[in-house]
């Protein structure tokens, strides 16, 4: 099977392609690479530095011929959504229907969509995928929009698609910046001998609570999703809620020393608590998470150093 993945030299994007090639598939991937590093794509992918939102795209997805299109491309920071929301939209939601209309033009099967159950997640803990939304950024908003776009796209074209959204993925290459960044972000500091600054709501001292999944569980979900979960969105999350400040304590026993750890009022468009029920994504794609939190910051421990900011 051919399969295009834009943000493919991202962090969650790379290591699904490597996941695909792994499992025999032949990779395209289409990245602007403004923020990411080329020597993440895999040497069997081919490799298009391209942004989605260029006609440039449409050319590249006429060439190849996808047999699916995995969309990681994406603007993901909530606090700079809020900062400047007209970049989010243009990124998240015109980008997004750029592929879209790629997609029926070249008969593409299937997109797999990349979303946020963190910052989609409704009211109740553990989140189901039928809860509406709290709307607390402009990145949640076109997030949301996109899966409109997606079921207009379906019912009226006929496009298959899976949304997989993503509790807060962590794992090896990713970058310390942003929400889902707080554990390289710990890491960096730990290994620099600095402390950290906790983000926290005064009624919610310990900080936000956060469900964390690594990238090596998400990446496999993205494979099954290859032809499993038609028309379907669904958690891909561990279900279990943690405090930012426990993650930090974590880290601490696992790294073998103590530092500080200094408070802050909340960022602008976070969510206070967000956990992800994953019972849907067990029924319809036989998918579970398998590495534990403490396993995956053993695991940056062992095998990874910290170089320009970013476990690599």
């Not at 895999?42 to 449409?58: P, W």
């Not at 553990?126 to 409109?148: C, M, R, V």
Request: charged share 25%; proline share 4%.
């Amino acid at each position: 099977m051919k399969v295009l993945v834009t943000g493919g030299a991202g962090f969650i994007g790379s290591h699904v392609v490597d996941t695909y090639i792994q499992h025999g598939h032949e990779v395209v991937v289409v990245d602007h690479l403004r923020s990411q590093k080329k020597k993440r794509v895999h040497d069997q992918a081919r490799f298009y530095n391209v942004d989605i939102r260029s006609e440039q795209f449409e050319w590249v997805v006429e060439q190849e011929q996808p047999d699916i299109i995995n969309h990681h491309a994406a603007q993901k920071s909530v606090p700079y959504s809020v900062k400047d929301p007209l970049y989010d939209a243009d990124m998240n939601v015109m980008g997004f229907l750029n592929v879209l209309e790629a997609c029926v033009k070249h008969q593409v099967n299937k997109i797999i969509c990349a979303s946020s159950g963190g910052a989609l997640a409704g009211n109740k803990i553990p989140a189901t995928e039928d809860l509406e939304p709290q709307f607390t950024s402009p990145y949640a908003i076109s997030k949301y929009i996109g899966e409109k776009y997606l079921h207009f796209y379906s019912s009226h074209y006929g496009l298959n698609y899976t949304v997989l959204r993503y509790s807060n993925v962590y794992g090896p290459r990713q970058k310390a910046d942003g929400e889902s960044g707080a554990i390289p972000i710990f890491f960096n500091n730990y290994l620099a001998n600095q402390p950290s600054v906790l983000m926290a709501y005064p009624d919610q001292p310990r900080g936000t609570t956060r469900d964390y999944i690594h990238v090596r569980d998400v990446a496999y979900a993205n494979l099954l999703a290859l032809d499993r979960g038609e028309n379907e969105i669904i958690h891909i999350a561990s279900g279990e809620e943690i405090h930012m400040e426990e993650i930090y304590e974590l880290m601490q026993e696992v790294l073998g020393h103590e530092l500080p750890l200094f408070r802050k009022g909340p960022r602008d468009g976070d969510v206070k608590r967000s956990c992800l029920d994953p019972s849907k994504a067990k029924e319809i794609l036989g998918w579970e998470a398998t590495v534990s939190l403490r396993e995956g910051i053993e695991e940056l421990r062992e095998l990874h150093q910290c170089v320009k900011g970013e476990i690599s």
